[in-house]
């Protein structure tokens, strides 16, 4: 909506000045503060069209995203113009709050990405996390953890799979044997 009545700039003050009764056109300092705004904010909509207008957006994606929104955020809290600030200072506040609830989730869609991988991660947040090497270290640790449940789930489900192939040939009448097919014996 400013995009569009930042277009018609110059017939809104043409109209001002040859109609009396119209005493809302905004101010010069308006306009340009409503150009800004629209320059900052036009970004956040392309990634959000990026990721929700897509129907099958990968996990890979969100971080490099999300990262760029967080730069963004940092870049306008220098903006001279105290509502811009202020705008800004609100939108980190609630963005802080996503980034360090999904940040660990993120991270792991980014690294395990074949063209990204922990490298990537490091580097982004070296550019906006101060507390950088704490995080990455976590995710390490947490990414060590993960890769350990899965191995002990593949280990549990090998055992169990060789017991129940070694316990499951049945003799049955006529020298037939019965064998568990094997998507029964991950089941069990």
């Not at 043409?14 to 900052?40: G, K, M, Q, V």
């Not at 890979?60 to 995203?65: A, I, Q, R, S, V």
């Not at 947490?142 to 316990?167: F, G, H, I, P, T």
Request: charged fraction near 25%; hydrophobic fraction near 35%.
């Amino acid at each position: 909506m400013l995009e569009s009545a930042i277009n018609y700039r110059r017939a809104f003050t043409s109209f001002s000045l040859h109609d009396t009764n119209y005493i809302w056109c905004p101010s010069e300092e308006e306009w340009n503060r409503a150009e800004i705004i629209c320059d900052f904010l036009r970004p956040f909509n392309n990634i959000t069209k990026l990721i929700f207008g897509s129907s099958y957006p990968t996990s890979d994606l969100y971080l490099g995203e999300i990262w760029t929104m967080k730069c963004l955020l940092n870049s306008i809290l220098t903006n001279e113009d105290l509502v811009i600030q202020q705008m800004a200072l609100n939108m980190k506040a609630k963005f802080e709050k996503y980034w360090s609830d999904y940040t660990m989730v993120l991270a792991f869609g980014a690294i395990l990405d074949p063209s990204k991988k922990l490298d990537f991660v490091q580097c982004l947040y070296e550019e906006v996390d101060p507390f950088y090497l704490e995080k990455v270290k976590q995710i390490k640790m947490n990414l060590y953890r993960l890769y350990d449940e899965y191995v002990n789930k593949d280990d549990q489900s090998n055992e169990s799979l060789s017991q129940v192939q070694a316990s499951s040939s049945l003799g049955g009448g006529k020298g037939k044997k019965f064998q568990v097919p094997l998507y029964q014996a991950r089941v069990s």
